[in-house]
């Protein structure tokens, strides 16, 4: 299985409070990507990162907040939590999409605002 | 819009039943399709197609890519309940990101 991992992998919070996530890798590849999986959406991306300090927004990013300061962190804010940001959040890690290498995925982490 | 589109969304079948689940996309520049096998945690990999290797099998697991008319199938022979899971398909092209289409549920009953 590829290094990756998810930290809290359960969080209940209160709306209106900060919550960050985080996703460690020990593989050393380049991109990283934060997905967040609701039923009927299947997997959206939120934000991706392609290398320390370069990150991109995805489709649903709007109340979220990434950075990468390391190469095997990736962590995932969301600054004032609201009921909607309910779901479960996958971490994903490539080592390079131009070499057409499958995707890794870390275990999850369930998100409740309450 | 680039979008992967899978069907059926839901399907029941018994031991030992073949099932063909289907994926179909629109993509800038495909580089790739991939299949996952999703049960209680995260998704784990199965497949990956493009275009030097257009069909995969793995026991019982096999995968076809048609470029032309741009979509991929995924079979299993043989059902067995642990087959049970959502099955999602992903699609890369240009924007060096995965799409993934909603799903199919798989339920195989004994």
């Known amino acids: 299985d590829a290094g990756i991992t998810q930290s809290p992998r359960h969080k209940v919070t209160e709306t209106g409070t900060p919550v960050t996530l985080r996703c460690h890798q020990t593989e050393n590849h380049r991109y990283m990507y934060w997905y967040r999986q609701d039923p009927g959406h299947g997997l959206r991306l939120i934000h991706y990162s392609y290398g320390v300090k370069d990150t991109d927004k995805g489709e649903v990013s709007d109340g979220y907040s990434v950075s990468r300061s390391k190469t095997e962190d990736f962590l995932l804010t969301l600054e004032s939590a609201t009921s909607s940001q309910t779901s479960v959040y996958f971490c994903a890690i490539t080592r390079d999409p131009q070499m057409n290498t499958e995707a890794f995925f870390g275990q999850g982490t369930r998100l409740t605002v309450v | 819009e680039d979008k992967v589109v899978q069907s059926p969304l839901s399907l029941v079948v018994h031991e030992g039943d073949t099932v063909t689940l289907n994926c179909s996309y629109e993509v800038t520049n495909f580089r790739s399709l991939l299949w996952y096998k999703q049960e209680k945690k995260a998704p784990t990999f199965l497949f990956m197609l493009t275009s030097s290797g257009i069909e995969k099998k793995s026991g019982r697991l096999s995968s076809i890519l048609d470029k032309k008319e741009l979509f991929s199938i995924l079979n299993i022979t043989a059902t067995q309940t642990g087959d049970s899971a959502v099955y999602l398909c992903?699609?890369?092209?240009?924007?060096?990101?995965?799409?993934f289409g909603t799903g199919t549920r798989l339920q195989v009953f004994p």
């Open positions: 992903a699609v890369e092209g240009t924007t060096d990101k995965l799409i």
